[in-house]
């Protein structure tokens, strides 16, 4: 199967872009990117779900339960050896075995992509420090009582995933004093979703744990844009009101990939009087991206 089966291609004032219906065919055309330069490209995404599942989990799973496969683990790395990005076949084989959330590993661990940042709405701890790590153990061993370490602050170090997958951790809308943080919260902050001051808060987070295996920043080595439009919950988050630290991360990008994801779009919407698909989303950030090149 011909990879551009799982892809629309469009190229704009000489950017690739490539949109998929489900996330988990970018794959196919990360693995098309991957064999245009001679390194492996990072991932910054943009989306609503974490998307760090290990690939094959559900398919092995489901081997393992119907009795024909013994090892679930072992069948599952086995999946994952056989992805050659230079193979169509074999990419083809994976887009057909993977499931929700599992592209991203499927892309790391076979070497179509180098480290992988996720900016995302559903994990405000995501991938723990070192520190947080070591809070945490220490609140378990000494419970009931107080910890003995002290609640760790920014900034954190962060050890390398084997998996080089990183969900970029955040607290709230930048400037929200409320607590506990609440469902209004949650519609601030997603509105900001491509908002500079957000961005920009989520590149430097990155970037303590970028820093922590030698890559300065985010922006310091090449890098795929990809973006689910379920990270767009209101009319609002597709209009920053100012898209400048967005624009460059678009202007920037070896390419741009984007999940259409139309049932999700619909599932995360939090504007009932004001409802947008995922084709009025798509459409919107097509503007972004003609204005941003
Ligand atoms: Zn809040």
């Given at each position: 199967m011909p990879l551009n089966t799982f892809f629309k291609h469009n190229v704009i004032k000489g950017k690739d872009i490539y949109v998929v219906d489900d996330h988990h065919k970018a794959l196919a055309a990360w693995a098309l990117v991957r064999r245009s330069v001679d390194f492996m490209p990072n991932l910054i995404t943009i989306d609503h779900h974490t998307d760090t599942h290990e690939a094959f989990l559900r398919h092995a799973h489901w081997e393992a339960y119907n009795g024909r496969v013994k090892d679930q683990g072992k069948f599952r790395l086995g999946l994952v050896a056989r992805i050659d990005w230079r193979s169509d076949a074999s990419i083809a084989v994976a887009i057909g075995?993977?499931?929700?959330?599992?592209?991203?590993?499927?892309?790391?661990?076979?070497?179509?992509?180098?480290?992988?940042?996720?900016?995302?709405?559903?994990?405000?701890?995501?991938?723990?420090?070192?520190?947080?790590?070591?809070?945490?153990?220490?609140?378990?061993?000494?419970?009931?009582?107080?910890?003995?370490?002290?609640?760790?602050?920014?900034?954190?170090?962060?050890?390398?995933?084997?998996?080089?997958?990183?969900?970029?951790?955040?607290?709230?809308?930048?400037?929200?004093?409320?607590?506990?943080?609440?469902?209004?919260?949650?519609?601030?902050?997603?509105?900001?979703?491509?908002?500079?001051?957000?961005?920009?808060?989520?590149?430097?987070?990155?970037?303590?744990?970028?820093?922590?295996?030698?890559?300065?920043?985010?922006?310091?080595?090449?890098?795929?844009?990809?973006?689910?439009?379920?990270?767009?919950?209101?009319?609002?988050?597709?209009?920053?009101?100012?898209?400048?630290?967005?624009?460059?991360?678009?202007?920037n990008a070896v390419a741009i990939t984007i999940a259409t994801e139309a049932e999700c779009v619909e599932d995360e919407w939090l504007d009932d009087e004001d409802q947008m698909n995922s084709d009025d989303l798509l459409q919107e950030l097509i503007g972004h991206i003609n204005k941003a090149l």
């Open positions: 075995n993977l499931q929700h959330d599992e592209h991203i590993d499927a892309a790391t661990c076979s070497g179509a992509l180098g480290d992988a940042f996720c900016i995302q709405l559903s994990d405000s701890w995501a991938t723990p420090s070192v520190e947080q790590l070591a809070f945490e153990k220490s609140m378990a061993e000494n419970w009931p009582n107080p910890p003995t370490i002290t609640k760790p602050q920014r900034p954190m170090t962060y050890q390398p995933a084997a998996n080089r997958i990183y969900a970029l951790p955040f607290d709230c809308f930048i400037g929200c004093r409320a607590k506990p943080h609440n469902d209004d919260c949650l519609i601030r902050q997603s509105d900001e979703i491509i908002e500079t001051r957000y961005l920009n808060d989520q590149i430097m987070r990155a970037s303590e744990i970028s820093r922590c295996f030698g890559l300065p920043d985010l922006e310091a080595a090449p890098y795929i844009l990809d973006i689910d439009l379920d990270a767009f919950h209101t009319r609002r988050a597709i209009n920053p009101e100012d898209p400048s630290t967005f624009y460059r991360l678009i202007k």
